[in-house]
């Protein structure tokens, strides 16, 4: 099962700064999460495995930026992921000791940010902050079921993570961010597919926008990734979304709708999914969230109902112990199987169920 996700927006929020030298700075910073989870009905049986990268990815990372003056700087950021468990690099992306992430390029105030390299694309930048999954269940709510007819290559269940929420970064890609303008932004990625006299095979392209003013914030983004294996690097997987949330204080409802379709077999997935978080107290906070994922025909009509409850104590701004269950029901014409994401193997009927405790630790 391909475990991945964008928990490095989040864990840049709690990055260290390095001085370097004067008017420039690298920062060095991490996430390590590991816990228990019990899985019921993993072909027929339950399982009790020490899982790591739920909560968040097991990431370190670099961050850089120089000042170049009038109001320019170089950026560049570098991006690990490692498994807890064992110590290994994660091959998030194609493997590599940054495969997470890795780009350069250079950024103003005024006019917007241009980097070049491995990026995450709009369904992360523009979409993420809208998934509540992400903050209830970790990576255990993102999305995967009884799709593995979608065919996206290179999946291990042909369907795991198919709105790319959980992050699935970009190579090769170009890409502009605006600054923000009275609560207005958005940008515009390019992937080149590095075909001889083919300029549009293989590659990619993503668009994303938001909107924030006071305690409202909506979003939008595109992405169509094209693949080598489908319709001679002319088809692909095209995703696009829309999602909302109202904040009061450090609580928060959410609502988030995703469209995934492979243009090569037509096959579609529409998900659905509102959520909301409440902090009890300033250390205690309990979130709640609902996904329905739906199948078109091409799918048989298959479908998915996930439910996600989690609970967080902070001891600190770097360390929290959590608890969270994850359970799914599907249905469908041709005897699905549910899958929660990041599960190793699909259920031997209709439900499975998970619960897990865990803690994370930022650095």
């Known amino acids: 099962m391909k475990r991945s996700w964008a928990g490095a927006a989040t864990a840049l929020t709690f990055a260290t700064a390095i001085p370097v030298q004067a008017q420039s700075s690298v920062q060095l910073w991490g996430a390590l999460d590991a816990g228990v989870t019990m899985v019921t009905n993993q072909k027929g049986g339950h399982t009790y495995t020490m899982d790591n990268g739920i909560a968040m990815p097991n990431l370190w990372g670099l961050r850089g930026t120089e000042d170049l003056g009038g109001g320019n700087k170089a950026v560049f950021e570098l991006i690990n992921q490692f498994n807890l468990g064992t110590g290994a ?122 909107y924030s003013n006071g305690p409202i914030s909506v979003g939008a983004a595109y992405t169509y990734q094209r693949y080598a294996q489908l319709s001679a690097g002319m088809g692909g997987i095209r995703n696009y979304g829309t999602g909302a949330e109202y904040r009061f204080g450090l609580s928060g409802v959410n609502v988030l709708y995703t469209n995934t379709k492979n243009t090569s077999n037509n096959a579609t997935i529409n998900m659905y999914q509102i959520g909301g978080h409440y902090q009890l107290t300033p250390a205690l906070s309990v979130g709640g969230d609902y996904e329905l994922m739906k199948g078109n025909a091409v799918l048989s009509s298959n479908k998915a109902n996930q439910f996600s409850l989690g609970l967080r104590y902070a001891f600190s701004k770097r360390t929290v112990l959590y608890t969270e269950a994850v359970y799914q029901k599907v249905s469908g014409d041709h005897d699905p199987h549910a899958w929660i994401m990041a599960v190793s193997n699909a259920s031997s009927n209709d439900k499975q169920l998970l619960t897990r405790v865990g803690i994370l630790h930022r650095f």
């Open 89 to 210: 690099i994660f091959p998030t992306n194609g493997g590599g000791l940054f495969g997470r992430n890795a780009y350069v390029g250079l950024a103003n105030d005024r006019y917007g940010k241009l980097t070049f390299g491995q990026q995450y694309d709009f369904m992360i930048d523009s979409l993420l902050r809208f998934d509540n999954s992400t903050y209830i269940a970790g990576l255990y709510g993102f999305r995967q079921g009884p799709f593995s007819g979608l065919g996206i290559p290179g999946n291990s269940s042909g369907s795991a993570n198919f709105d790319r929420m959980s992050g699935t970064a970009i190579s090769n890609s170009v890409k502009y961010t605006s600054p923000t303008w009275y609560g207005l932004s958005g940008g515009a990625l390019y992937s080149f597919g590095g075909v001889p006299g083919a300029i549009a095979q293989n590659d990619g392209k993503s668009f994303g926008a938001n």
